[in-house]
């Protein structure tokens, strides 16, 4: 299984950008999928998810300023993030969750992508 996730680097307070994570080795479309941020002394945290069936949930602090979606053709979620604040600044890593017929939830990370929101 892979994750490949991009589109993150360096943009100033107010500044859009747009993550990808394309997912490899796995039925794209039956697993939810979510972004999550770590940033430096914290711990990792959900920002937006996504299920199968297209519903969303964000976290209090990004509500209004990122989107997320999934383009299952292509097996790609995306995060468009606008309005973006100094705070936004950590790794963000995209996630496919599926719960396995037998009861147990899978689970698989990609390797991050540094967001630095910083004039």
């Known amino acids: 299984v892979q994750l490949q996730a991009s589109g993150g680097g360096l943009v100033q307070p107010g500044g859009s950008l747009r993550l990808s994570c394309e997912a490899a080795?796995?039925?794209?479309?039956?697993?939810?999928m979510g972004w999550y941020r770590q940033a430096p002394g914290k711990q990792r945290e959900l920002v937006a998810s996504?299920?199968?069936?297209?519903?969303?949930n964000y976290a209090e602090s990004v509500k209004g300023r990122f989107t997320i979606s999934r383009d299952n053709a292509k097996n790609t979620v995306f995060l468009q993030m606008g309005s973006l604040k100094p705070e936004d600044t950590a790794v963000y890593y995209c996630?496919?969750?599926?719960?396995?017929?037998?009861?147990?939830?899978?689970?698989?990370w990609g390797q991050g992508t540094q967001v630095t929101v910083s004039s």
């Open positions: 080795g796995i039925i794209f479309r039956i697993h939810d």
């Open positions: 996504i299920t199968s069936g297209g519903g969303t």
């Open positions: 996630n496919a969750a599926y719960m396995a017929p037998w009861g147990k939830r899978l689970n698989y």
